[in-house]
T-cell receptor
Framework: GDSVTQMEGPVTLSEEAFLTINCTYT??????LFWYVQYPGEGLQLLLK?????DKGSNKGFEATYRKETTSFHLEKGSVQVSDSAVYFC????????????FGAGTRLFVKA | DVKVTQSSRYLVKRTGEKVFLECVQD?????MFWYRQDPGLGLRLIYF???????EKGDIPEGYSVSREKKERFSLILESASTNQTSMYLC??????????????FGQGTRLTVV
């Protein structure tokens, strides 16, 4: 079935370090791919998205490229800040008669000053 | 500003009580979803609805039911609350007309504790 697998956390980094959070997916159709972020005590909000192969989504210094050949959508940021501490969810969305979104388990990121 | 509003941020209920979690969206979205979020398990889909009075079971529907009498409102019902339903509950909505631009909009979450 359709699924999303992302690296387990927590991930702990020092401020200004490079971040990679891996995400791979399995889908029967041609999904759209998303990264959502959840700050403490809040619901999820969209961080970035890509709707077709080789598209790069970017926002707030984060980037991810839709790689169809490797079924991956890894999240990267060149220099993390303490304010980036949150839980990050990789997700795919498919049109199955209505739109269904499937989420990964989430990766908690801690950034130390 | 688009908005999905859940009626409560925090709820404490007793075992066996009937619990209603309400979600309202102001974006005229057709699709609405209820997830529960537990540490290490991510978001798991409980129920979803593609239209008024329509509902579909998600991955973990046992112990829950839903109601969608109006397009903007999607209610999650715990018929007889149990301690294993203590969790964070998240409501989301998606536009059916957005095509591939199918971003989900989330409420702020309801943290339910069943004692």
């Amino acid at each position: 079935g359709d699924s999303v697998t992302q690296m387990e956390g927590p991930v702990t980094l020092s401020e200004e370090a490079f971040l990679t959070i891996n995400c791979t997916y399995t889908a029967t159709g041609y999904p759209s791919l998303f990264w959502y972020v959840q700050y403490p005590g809040e619901g999820l909000q969209l961080l970035l998205k890509a709707t077709k192969a080789d598209d790069k989504g970017s926002n707030k210094g984060f980037e991810a490229t839709y790689r169809k050949e490797t079924t991956s959508f890894h999240l990267e940021k060149g220099s993390v800040q303490v304010s980036d501490s949150a839980v990050y969810f990789c997700a795919l969305s498919l049109n199955t008669g209505g739109f269904k979104t499937i989420f990964g388990a989430g990766t908690r990121l801690f950034v130390k000053a | 500003d688009v908005k999905v509003t859940q009626s409560s941020r925090y709820l404490v209920k007793r075992t066996g009580e009937k619990v209603f979690l309400e979600c309202v969206q102001d974006m005229d979205h057709e699709n609405m979803f209820w997830y529960r979020q537990d540490p290490g398990l991510g978001l798991r889909l409980i129920y979803f609805s593609y239209d008024v009075k329509m509902k579909e079971k998600g991955d973990i529907p046992e112990g829950y039911s839903v109601s969608r009498e109006k397009k903007e409102r999607f209610s999650l019902i715990l018929e007889s609350a149990s301690t294993n339903q203590t969790s964070m509950y998240l409501c989301a909505s998606i536009s059916a007309s957005a095509g591939l631009n199918t971003e989900a909009f989330f409420g702020q979450g309801t943290r339910l504790t069943v004692v």
